[in-house]
C-alpha cells in the first residue's frame, strides 16, 4: 500500500508561480513513479507529467513542459510539481499518483494504482 499525500494549493495570479507537493508513505520502495495528472472544471482528467521514482527522469505534456518542473526529494519521499507561468488555463484540481510497474504509458491514468486526495489550483486573469 501507498498513502499519497498532496499540499501546495492555492489562488494566485496570472503569471505567478506555485509549488505543489505530494509526499509518499507506506511501501515506497514499490513504487516505479510519481505522474500529476489535472482536472480543469468541467473536463476530463489529464496528464501533466511524470518522474519515475529511482532515476528522477521526468517528462511532460507538450502544453507545460516549458512553464512546469518535476522534481524529488529522496529524503522526504516527496515529489514537487514546480509551476511557473501560470495562465488561467492551468486551474484545476492536481492529483498526483503512484505507479508500480510501466507497463502502461506514463500518460495513461488506468496505469496507477494509488491516488492523491488532490489540491485545487485557480489562477486569475
Known amino acids: 500500500q501507498v498513502q499519497l499525500v498532496e499540499s501546495g494549493g492555492g489562488l494566485v495570479q496570472a503569471g505567478d508561480s506555485l509549488r505543489l507537493s505530494c509526499t509518499a508513505s507506506g511501501s515506497t520502495l514499490s513504487i516505479y513513479g510519481i505522474g500529476w495528472f489535472r482536472q480543469p472544471p468541467g473536463k476530463e482528467r489529464e496528464f501533466v507529467g511524470h518522474?519515475?521514482?529511482?532515476?528522477?527522469?521526468?517528462s511532460y505534456v507538450d502544453a507545460v513542459k516549458d512553464r512546469f518542473t518535476i522534481s524529488k526529494d529522496n529524503a522526504k519521499n516527496t515529489v514537487y510539481l514546480q509551476m511557473s507561468s501560470l495562465k488561467p488555463e492551468d486551474t484545476a484540481v492536481y492529483y498526483c499518483?503512484?505507479?508500480?510497474?510501466?507497463?502502461?504509458?506514463?500518460?495513461?491514468?488506468?496505469?496507477?494504482?494509488?491516488w492523491g486526495q488532490g489540491t485545487q489550483v485557480t489562477v486569475s486573469s
Open positions: 499518483a503512484a505507479r508500480l510497474r510501466a507497463i502502461l504509458s506514463s500518460r495513461q491514468a488506468a496505469g496507477y494504482e494509488y
Open positions: 518522474i519515475t521514482w529511482s532515476s528522477r527522469s521526468a
